[in-house]
Structures are given as structure tokens and as C-alpha cells.
């Protein structure tokens, strides 16, 4: 079975403090993405990785970076956390390409980020 | 831009009765289209997925849903929910022009009465 594992489950962190989540999958996977999921709203993509040090924004990229420096990790920052980040951050990962048979995106638990 | 609908935010249900959830999605071309589950308290976990083929998917649970291309809809169906069936649904798609990115839809929370 994939395993994607994000460090952190719960979180709080004060206003303008810098904040790394952090991913790690063990199925060789080349991409990895970074999600936010909000009620009503749904799972909105942040950034992407389709190969170690490459990255691609999503739709919400600002305020936060990503680093990929090694293939199975995947990291998600927030240079200076602000309240409205406050959320439930969900690591994904899938095989890289595209195929007929598609390629199935496995997701980790969620990192739950409250910003006071 | 790519997006992805789903029509309803809230639906509740009782034991037994059939289970229509609707997706839409906005573009043309060759589409990948899933359903993910989310348990309260657990992750999101893949229900079925469409890539080509017979537009009448299975997936796990007793769920199914049916790719309509004229009417750019995936929508999920189950004949007769179960209370473990309460979860918040969500219906994604992958675009061959947006390389491996997945648009999800709002999401649909499924609540079954015993």
C-alpha cells in the first residue's frame, strides 16, 4: 500500500511565525502535491512537484513556498503564517506521466494548522 | 479555467434510500475523472475512477457512477445507503492540458440517518 505520512496531524502557531509541514511518501512516486481543504470549498492545489527541485503553482500559491530536495519528501512553507492560513493541509502523491490507465493521486491524513 | 461542481453541499439521507450525488466538470478532451470518500476523521480515500472505457464505473462500497461526455457529468449513485455511508464526498478531475493536476469540487457532506 502507498504510504504518504505528514509529520505534524495538529498544529497552532501565532501570527507572522515561519511554519514547515512536511510530506513523505514511500512509493517512488515523481509527483507530489500540497492541497488546502476549507468547508465548502472543497481541496484547493497550492503547489505542485512533478520531480525533486521542480515545482509548479497551483491555484493558491501565495504565501507559501515548497521545497523538494529529495524525491520522497516534499515540504510546504509558510514564510509568515497569517490567520486566514488557518486550515487542513493534505500532502498527495502519484506516479509521474500520463497513462491510459491513469494515475491515481494516494493522500496523506492532513495537517491540521489552527494561526492565532 | 478548469473547475469542477458539484450541486449539492448538504445532503441527508436515511437508511435505504438511493444516493444520487451530482459532478460536473468544465472542460473537453480526454478527462480523468474520480469520486473520493472522506470518513470523519480519516483521509481521503479513492471510491472509483473513470479513464476510458465503459462510462458505467464500479467502485468500492456498492458505488458506482456513470461518465455522461454530451453532459460533462460523472455522478456518484448508490441503490440503498448505509449510516456508514455519512462522509463528505469529492469529485475530481485531471485534464490531459493540466498535466497531472487534479480539480476537485467543493464537496458534498452525506449524512445517513439510522
Known amino acids: 500500500d502507498v504510504k504518504v505520512t505528514q509529520s505534524s496531524r495538529y498544529l497552532v502557531k501565532r501570527t507572522g511565525e515561519k511554519v514547515f509541514l512536511e510530506c513523505v511518501q514511500d512509493m517512488d512516486h515523481e509527483n507530489m502535491f500540497w492541497y488546502r481543504q476549507d468547508p465548502g470549498l472543497g481541496l484547493r492545489l497550492i503547489y505542485f512537484?512533478?520531480?525533486?527541485?521542480?515545482?509548479e503553482k497551483g491555484d493558491i500559491p501565495e504565501g507559501y513556498s515548497v521545497s523538494r530536495e529529495k524525491k520522497e519528501r516534499f515540504s510546504l512553507i509558510l514564510e509568515s503564517a497569517s490567520t486566514n492560513q488557518t486550515s487542513m493541509y493534505l500532502c498527495?502523491?502519484?506516479?509521474?506521466?500520463?497513462?491510459?490507465?491513469?494515475?491515481?493521486?494516494?493522500f496523506g491524513e492532513g495537517s491540521w494548522l489552527t494561526v492565532v | 479555467a478548469q473547475s469542477v461542481s458539484q450541486h449539492n453541499h448538504h445532503v441527508i439521507l436515511s437508511e435505504a434510500a438511493s444516493l444520487e450525488l451530482g459532478c460536473n466538470y468544465s472542460y473537453g478532451g480526454t478527462v480523468n475523472l474520480f469520486w473520493y470518500v472522506q470518513y470523519p476523521g480519516q483521509h481521503l480515500q479513492l471510491l472509483l475512477k473513470?479513464?476510458?472505457?465503459?462510462?458505467l464505473v464500479k467502485g468500492i462500497k456498492g458505488f458506482e457512477a456513470e461518465f455522461i461526455k454530451s453532459k460533462f457529468s460523472f455522478n456518484l449513485r448508490k441503490p440503498s445507503v448505509q449510516w456508514s455511508d455519512t462522509a463528505e464526498y469529492f469529485c475530481a478531475a485531471k485534464h490531459n492540458n493540466a498535466g497531472n493536476m487534479l480539480t476537485f469540487g467543493g464537496g458534498t457532506r452525506l449524512m445517513v440517518k439510522p
Open positions: 498527495a502523491s502519484s506516479l509521474g506521466g500520463w497513462t491510459n490507465s491513469g494515475n491515481t493521486i494516494y
Open positions: 512537484s512533478y520531480d525533486v527541485k521542480m515545482k
Open positions: 473513470y479513464f476510458s472505457g465503459d462510462p
